[in-house]
Every structure is written in C-alpha cells, then in structure tokens.
C-alpha cells in the first residue's frame, strides 16, 4: 500500500492507513484494539487540553470494485 498525504503532515497518514485496512478487511479485532488510539489520536494545545481529533472524513474510504 502506497499512501499519501496532501498537507504533508505526518499525523494523518496511521488514520489513513488504519482506516483503510478496517475498510478493507484486513484488520482482525485484537490488531483493531490494539491500534485504537492511533486510529483517532487526540490533538491537545500546550496547555495539555484536548482540542480535538485526528479522524478520516466520513464515508472514507469509499471503496468499490474493480469491473
């Protein structure tokens, strides 16, 4: 697999990636469960505070068939 990220940054390629193998099937429970907190990490300030999450967007990946 072959990922890229448009902005650059690095934080959202594992999202990507995990996203991607639990769309494709390739991700059995104890592996899903063991990457949870890379699937969506939290994003904090310098304070320390949770401002938000790294997550793909919804409906992705749309995967479809090849014809």
């Known amino acids: 697999l ?3 990220v448009e902005d650059g940054a690095g934080r959202a390629a594992p999202v990507a990636l995990i996203a991607l193998l639990r769309a ?3 991700l ?3 592996s899903a469960a063991a990457l949870a907190g890379r699937a969506q990490p939290e994003l904090r300030n310098h304070a ?3 401002v938000g ?3 793909p967007a919804v409906g992705w990946p749309a995967l479809r068939q090849r014809s």
């Open 48 to 50: 320390g505070v949770v």
């Open 53 to 55: 999450r790294v997550e």
């Open 24 to 26: 494709l099937g390739a």
């Open 28 to 30: 059995d429970a104890r």
């Open 2 to 4: 072959v990922l890229k």
